[in-house]
């Protein structure tokens, strides 16, 4: 079970977040094409920079807290579902604020005035 | 480069996007300075557990403070580490949690599922919303 550390910090994540999806009605996850579109570039970007880090020992894992699957250059596959845990984490996180606040993020359709930059 | 010199260059980086390359300018809004103070408090937590129990290690090399220390925890505070963590991991988490919002925001001005839109809370939630309000303005 010890392997299964890393991944069960980020199933905590996904817990702690996925009831703003419910409850505060973000519909993020029912807006799936544009988080995949977001997520993606971001998901590419980090697994470079994870891929540099791991190849210059910036850092380092414990074999015993990580599934043990390598996707490339030696990035594990905890570290891939990171970037894509995280970054739904995130999103769902902003929309749970604008749901609850009411507060504008940038993409209403309205024509920008100074009231668009709360 | 060092981690330090990466995540600095990230951050710079990401904030440039936001502001001049993606004009999602969220780094003026309140809705974001919000949001990631909420990140951040998980984020000190999540990490904390990654890099307290060493699931995590760092190359002194790399960092501002010392490698991870081999058989026991680094310093919860001190030597260039917050919660356990380097410092520089704040760095990379709010390049992380900002690029990703610049490309949510940016997707849906362009109109990638712009709608439905988020909210109104479940009653349940307004509820309590409505009464911390109330509680606020009394203050």
Redesign the interface.
Known sequence: MAHF??LG?LA??LL?TGWLE???????Y??A???L???V??LI??TA?DVY?IS???????SR??TGISVIGHVPLDEVCF?IV??V???L?????????????????VTRTSED?? | MTYTELAITAVVLVVLFDLFVFRTSLVKRKVFWVSYSIIISFQLITNGVLTGLRIVRYSGDAIVGSSTPSHHAPPFFGDGRIAFAPFEDLLFGFALVLLTLVMWVWLGRLGVQRTPMAGPPHKLVSRLLRTQDASEKSQ
């Open positions: 550390t890393y910090v905590f994540c702690g419910l409850l505060l009605r973000t519909r993020v029912r807006r094409l544009r988080l579109a977001a997520i570039p971001v970007i980090f920079w880090a210059r020992n910036h850092w380092s894992f414990d807290f990580i970037f995280i970054p984490c995130a999103i996180t902003l929309e749970a604020v604008r749901s609850a606040r009411g507060w504008t993020v940038g993409d209403e359709r930059t709360q």
